[in-house]
């Protein structure tokens, strides 16, 4: 196990299989999209393997694949045999927008990834129009359908955005009533490749939170998993459990076990710094194991305490609004 200079573990890793994606939601990208970069920078799969094996003899033990969208690069499920065969990972998961994911989840069901993340930030075909600027509603629909069908453990992640889904909010949290679902609220960023949509950010945790005890008065607390992002909560009767995720406000700090690395191989520890480590460059320049292992160990005792100080450490040129799909959400 390898800790950081604030004595947090690190155990998970979020990866960015690519930076591409075939939605172009509001509060991710602007509606023209973003440059992609030239597929020759994009970490191969084969150096991703290599990595990942280099980061579970470290002690990371989990692996989030992310994007941009994940189903968008060619021979996703290629990449997740491979990793499911790496000795030490013993949980993967994978975030997706669910329009291409339909003709996977038996076989993602089999390689034992633990659970699926599905974006959904309403259930209304023609606000899912407007926010992800794509019609494409029914794919993500079925896919939801699917992966209850298959029993995939299925979080909906659901950011809340003032004056386009704050209506959608009871909606999505009554799918915890007739579904084993978790649904995520979580706070707007501004990792939208322009920067902050509103001077203050209205809908906080706190208000998310306010909003869901006024419809459902015996909302309950329950204990969150060590390292979680959510505070979680039980409406009685429900399958599911609701959770807010303070992504903007930044109350999880404190415990926080995980990285990410970027589609074009720039490790990040914290999602508010600007990249500390440019591993691809070392994968390509032809650094041994041990030296890229000993890269990185330097880099997690070199860890920002919290996100504020992470964004402080950014240039004054570099402020955090590029888009998370380049980030890897
Ligand atoms: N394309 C996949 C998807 O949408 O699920 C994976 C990548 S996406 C960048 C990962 C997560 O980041 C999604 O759940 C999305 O809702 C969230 N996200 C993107 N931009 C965000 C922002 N500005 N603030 C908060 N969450 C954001
Ligand atoms: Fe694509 Fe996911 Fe970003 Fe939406 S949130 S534009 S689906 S990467």
């Known amino acids: ?33 973003i440059r992609y970069l030239p597929k020759r920078e994009l970490l ?124 959608d909010i009871i909606p999505l949290a009554e799918l915890t009533r007739d579904y084993p679902v978790d649904v995520r609220f979580i706070e707007e960023m501004p990792f939208n490749g322009e920067g902050s949509h509103y001077p203050v950010l209205v809908w906080t945790h706190r208000k998310i939170l306010e909003k869901l005890s006024g419809r459902y008065p015996d909302i309950q607390k329950v204990k969150d998993a060590a390292h979680s992002t959510s505070y979680n909560y039980h409406i009685p009767g429900h399958q599911g459990n609701v959770g807010i995720i303070a992504a903007f406000s930044r109350t999880f700090c404190g415990s926080c076990n995980r990285i990410r690395v970027t589609a074009q191989g720039t490790l990040k520890t914290c999602l508010y710094d600007e990249g500390v480590l440019d591993i691809r460059k070392l994968m390509r320049s032809g650094a041994s194991d041990h030296e890229i292992q000993d890269a990185l160990k330097k880099a997690f005792g070199n860890r920002a305490k919290d996100g504020f100080e992470a964004e402080k450490s950014r240039q004054a040129s570099h402020p955090a609004s590029e888009s998370m799909s380049t980030i890897g959400g």
Do not use: W
């Open 1 to 33: 196990m390898i800790y950081d200079n604030h004595g947090r573990p690190i155990t998970y890793l979020r990866l960015a299989v690519t930076d591409r994606c075939n939605l172009r939601c509001f509060y991710c990208m602007p509606a023209e999209g």
């Open 44 to 167: 191969t799969y084969e150096e991703m393997l290599q990595m990942v094996r280099l980061m579970a003899a470290m002690g990371v033990s989990k692996v989030r694949i992310t994007g941009g969208e994940p189903f968008v690069r060619k021979d996703l499920m290629y990449f997740l045999r491979q990793l499911s065969q790496i000795k030490g990972i013993e949980d993967i998961n994978i975030t997706t927008n669910g329009v291409l994911t339909t003709d996977y989840v038996a076989e993602l069901k089999q390689l034992g990834v633990r659970s699926v993340n599905l974006s959904l930030d309403t259930f209304d075909r023609e606000r899912f129009k407007e926010i992800t600027r794509r019609d494409e509603f029914e794919k993500v629909k079925a896919c939801f359908d699917l992966l209850i069908a298959h029993e995939v453990h299925t979080k909906i992640n659901a950011v809340v955005m003032e004056g386009k889904n704050t209506d």
